[in-house]
């Protein structure tokens, strides 16, 4: 069972503070690949799983889908998406995505941002994406990078001369991390960069693009506060393609 850390009020709260829950997708500097990687969504199906405060389910409806249908854990995180109002084309749904069965080829489209490294088994769940995909649904989705989620201690430190570093260790020993971020004792789980790819591949997708978030000159520009970002991805962002079993 997925943890529910978001319903943790003290969590919740500092949550709502970051700029990506302010703003919305605007607010999140991966947005605009992962907006490429959607590609069009006019009269599509979509499921966003891990759906949050509900802003990618508004931002499909108003790119033209006609059915947006929207997961997550968190009451709280609903609560906020349903508070945007009433849309008779968007349904939210309470449930764990490590538990969830979906519906057979019911979507165009499966969308999901920085949740899967919250579940604890990621098979499944690419499983069940795989399965409620039409054929040649696309399959959209980021998590934490590898690189950041499997330190043990994964805090930014400083060498001796004062250089600013990403301590990486445990690469290769997936599975549950426990950090402090936002409140203490949240849980993620560790997946390297090449088991993603082996899941999707196994399970029966084609990848069709993949991309290793840091942020752009154009980026630094903006912030120059996150100059020592670009010493590790932060997010990894995949696209993946259902094919007919026959093909």
Known sequence: MAQNIYDNQEFFNEYCKLARSEKGLPGAPEWPYLQ??????????????????????RWAKQAGATRVHGIDIS???????LAAGPDPAITYEVGDLDQVNLPVESFHIVYSSLTIHYLEDTRRFFDQVYRTLIPHGRFVFSVEHPIVTAPTDPTWKKNSDGQVFWPLNAYSQEGPRTTDWLAKGVRKYHTTLETYVALLLDGGFILKGIKEWMPSDEDLRDHPEWAHKRHRPAFLLIAAQKVNSAE
Request: glycine fraction near 10%; charge should be negative; proline fraction near 0%.
């Open 75 to 81: 009451q709280n995180m609903l609560s906020r998406a």
């Open 36 to 57: 490429a990687m959607v590609q069009d969504v006019r009269d599509l199906t979509v499921l966003d799983l891990g759906c949050g405060f509900g802003w990618f389910c």
